[in-house]
Structure formats: C-alpha cells, structure tokens
C-alpha cells in the first residue's frame, strides 16, 4: 500500500481528532478466496491433503502476499488454522462452524464501521446443500484513509445449476443489488466473492451489478476488453491465464467523493499451493489492484456515533450542486442531539434525525463559511448516538445542540474548503454523522 501527496497542516494539538491532513491519493488491492472449509467428513473438495495443514498454508500466503483487504467464503470449520497464522490488523470475528456460520469473513489493513451480516431469503438444496448453513452476504463501511471510505461486500451466492439454483441465486445477487440501493447511496462500492455465477448463466442475471449498481467488473473490462462473455471458458486450477472465468469475482465503482479505478486484475492460483505442489483450494482465488484519488470538488470527514438507523447521503444532490456553500444551519437537540439541516446559497435544504428538540439557527454572511464541526457521542439503551454538535463559522460564529459528553472529535475542512452536508445514519435521532466538504 503507497500512498502519495500527503499533507500535514499546522492544527492546534486539541483539534488534532479527525484532523484534515488525509492522502488524496493512494492504491490497494484485495483478494477474494473460497477456502474449502467444510468439514473433511462431509466434503473433500477434492483438495489433497490436511484441511487444518491447509487452512494454516492459506493464512501464512495472506501474510507473504500482504493483500489489503481479503474476503474469505467457506470459512467454516478450519477458521482457526487461518487466523492462527494471519497477522491482518482488522479481523472479523467468525460466525461459527456448519451448521451455524455463514463462511464469511474479511481479513484487512483498514478498520471499518457498520458490519453486518445478512443472510439469504432463498436458498436452493436442488443440487448441493445450500440451506445447511446461513450463507448469505456482509457488509462493512471501510476506511481507506481519513474521511476515505469504500462500503465492502462478501458474498457466497447458492451452487448448482438446477433451475431452482438459478432462482435462488438470481434471487441471492438481487438482494445484494437491492441492499446496495438502500445503504451505499453516494459511495464508492466493492463487491468481491463467490458469487457461484458465470456470465453464461443468464438466468442468473450477474449483470444486475452493472445494471443496477453501476458496478464494473475488472476481469471484462482488463481482461475482455469491456466485452461480456457470450461462451463459457472454464478454468483449470491452478489456472495458467486470466482469459478464463471464474465464479468468483470482483465488481467496483467509485464515487462523487473518491475516484477508483483497477489496474490489475490476477488469479494467484500459483501463489496458493501446499509445499508439494497441489492446490489449497478447489478454487482459484483472484485479486484485483485498485488506485484512488480524492475528488477536487467534494470529500468527507470520519464518521461518528454508532452503527444504528438508516444510512442517508447528501453526495448525490451536492454532486449535481454547483459551488454548494451553506447559507443557514438548523441544529436540535436536548439530552441528545435529534436532528441536524444545512440550507445552501441555492435554496437546497438537507435535514436528517427527527423533530424532537430544541431548534437552534445561524445564518451566515454571504463570505462566511462552515468550516469545522466538532461532535460528541454517548450510549443511550445500548446504542451509541451522537449526543453533540458544535460548529464553527470561518469568522468564529458558532452554533450548538444537544448535550456534550466526554467522547468527541472535531472535523475541520480541508483548508480552502467548507462543510456543505452530511452523511450518516439516523432515525428519530442522529445515530452516525460525518461531514461533506466541497471547495469555497
Ligand atoms: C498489486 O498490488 C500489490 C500490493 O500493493 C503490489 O505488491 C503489486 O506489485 C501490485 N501489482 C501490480 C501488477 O501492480
Ligand atoms: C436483471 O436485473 C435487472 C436490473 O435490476 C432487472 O431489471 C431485470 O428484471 C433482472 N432480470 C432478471 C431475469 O432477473
Ligand atoms: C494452459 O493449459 C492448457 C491446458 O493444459 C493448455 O492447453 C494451454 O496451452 C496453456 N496455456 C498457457 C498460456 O500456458
């Protein structure tokens, strides 16, 4: 992982929490590897060899090969071996063996907010055992960089090719799509894992991330030259080219906030092979490069508060905004903070949480910016909320809601830029906040 064109600003030492001094620039990569962890006694996936030998091989090459971000599937039963020779700073913890996990989990050098496990509502025994255990998909909001974050999916989409695997598995990418829809609204997105389809399995409509999400797939667009394979070329494994398709697969897309782009797609088949030679897995596990960039016109801070409520964006209307610039603020709050709104010079008014509270206004002079905003959260039946808002005009007005507590950070524009909006999660209250920034 490189990272280029930092920049360290001078910032008061108490001001230094969700400071403005993020890369704008950078690359990673991420693999994607069904590891063959069922239980030996019910599946040999035709992989030679000891399973928990194996799981361990396969955590020792995440360490040699230094992947950023892995998403594993069939991580049942050897889980241990794997994390027991992995070193990745950020780890899920497991969902448990057959019957009880899902197989999922993600091993990366980025922490990340808001991670759920979601199950499918179809699944398919028509030719393998799809509904012995919960498969279905995660989701994590993963931070890149400061204020840069990427919403990560794993998946493990239903076998087979019976007509009632295809049903279940059109079914199980649709409920990916449409989860999509719902809570990466303006953000950049990856999806990568074992989708168990082919683009030659129509029916199960894999298109759907193209069409839907607006998600591109590294493998046609480097591989195939942006052309959807119409005939099926199966791989061997280990796999000795890239022109062949996978079930498992990567889709991306970037956003008004940060740019992405790939610029390597691989299978590592090579690299996962036991001492004598024979694969690791009955699959060939693939990686894909990616470089990012901030945008010049809007950016973000960290979030803030908890992994609660309903995710909204303001990106997609700020997108479309020229010059946006705040021209009045409307906070309430009272024990918490219940709702936050900014009003822009053009007349677009964003408001999110509820309307409980006390309201608190500042209008701004027509030279006057919002420049920095400092939050504070708290835990309220279990569940951390943001409890406080302070901002901070560029002539030092300041507006105030809610009620302080002792666990705050302060976001402070990128300087020659202002606070125009916000991203988050609320309900009748705000639950997670960050803040949108675009230049004065
Ligand atoms: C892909 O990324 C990894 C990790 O940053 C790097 O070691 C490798 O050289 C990259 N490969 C290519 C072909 O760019
Ligand atoms: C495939 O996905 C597209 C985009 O969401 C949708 O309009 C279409 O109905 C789907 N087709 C099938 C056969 O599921
Ligand atoms: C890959 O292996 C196949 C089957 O063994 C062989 O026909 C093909 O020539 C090989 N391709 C390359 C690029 O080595």
């Known amino acids: 992982m490189k990272f280029s064109m930092r920049k360290f600003a001078m910032i008061p030492a108490g001001l230094l929490v969700g400071k403005a001094s993020a890369a704008t620039s950078g690359d990673f990569n991420v693999l994607s590897m069904n590891v063959a962890g069922l239980p030996a006694i019910l599946q040999s996936n035709e992989v030679p060899g000891d399973k928990a030998t194996n799981a361990g091989t396969i955590g020792s090459k995440f360490?040699?090969?230094g992947y950023d971000i892995i998403h594993v599937q069939e991580d049942f039963n050897y889980h241990a071996y794997i994390y027991a020779t992995d070193d990745h700073a950020y780890r899920t913890a497991t969902s448990g063996g057959v019957p009880f996990g899902s197989g999922l989990n993600s091993l990366a050098n980025f922490d990340w907010v808001d991670f759920t496990r979601v199950k499918w509502d179809v699944c398919s025994d028509a030719s393998s055992s799809d509904c012995l255990t919960p498969k279905g998909f995660t989701f994590m909001r993963t931070r890149i960089d400061d204020g840069v974050y990427v919403d990560c999916y794993n998946l493990h989409a239903d076998a087979?090719?019976?007509a009632e695997d295809e049903t279940a598995r059109n079914s199980n990418l649709e409920q990916v799509a449409s989860y999509i829809d719902t809570w990466s609204i303006g953000n950049a997105v990856l999806v990568f894992g074992d989708t168990n389809s082919r683009y030659t399995?129509?029916?199960d409509n894999i298109t759907v991330f193209a069409n839907q999400n607006g998600l591109t797939d590294p493998?046609?667009?480097l591989i195939r030259d942006g052309v959807v394979p119409t005939v099926e070329t199966l791989c061997d494994n280990p796999s000795n080219n890239t022109y062949c398709e996978t079930v498992d697969k990567v889709f991306y897309r970037g956003s008004p906030v940060v740019n992405l782009e790939a610029t390597y797609f691989n299978y590592e088949s090579t690299k996962f092979l036991q001492a004598d030679g024979n694969i690791l897995s009955d699959h060939n596990p693939i990686t894909v490069n990616f470089t990012w960039s901030s945008s010049s016109s809007l950016r973000q801070s960290n979030f803030l508060g908890g992994p609660h409520g309903t995710w909204f964006s303001d990106v997609p209307a700020l997108a479309s905004?020229?010059?946006?610039?705040?021209?009045?603020l409307t906070f309430s709050g009272a024990n918490r903070l219940d709702s936050v709104g900014v009003k822009l010079t053009d007349g677009t008014t964003f408001t999110?949480?509820?309307t409980g509270g006390n309201v608190a206004t500042l209008t701004l002079g027509?030279?006057?910016y919002w420049t920095s905003a400092k939050l504070c959260q708290g835990s309220y039946n279990d569940q951390t909320r943001n409890f406080y808002i302070l901002a901070t005009t560029s002539s030092g007005k300041t507006l105030s809601s809610g009620t302080a507590t002792s666990d705050c950070a302060t976001f402070t524009a990128p300087s020659g830029w202002q606070i125009v909006?916000?991203?988050g999660q609320d309900g009748d209250e705000m639950d997670q906040l960050a803040f949108v920034y675009a230049p004065q």
Not at 321 to 328: E, M, R
């Open 63 to 65: 360490v040699e090969y």
């Open 160 to 162: 087979g090719t019976e």
């Open 201 to 203: 399995r129509v029916l």
């Open 219 to 221: 493998w046609v667009e």
């Open 321 to 328: 905004i020229s010059k946006p610039k705040a021209s009045v």
């Open 352 to 354: 999110h949480g509820g």
């Open 366 to 368: 027509s030279s006057e």
């Open 421 to 423: 909006g916000f991203v």
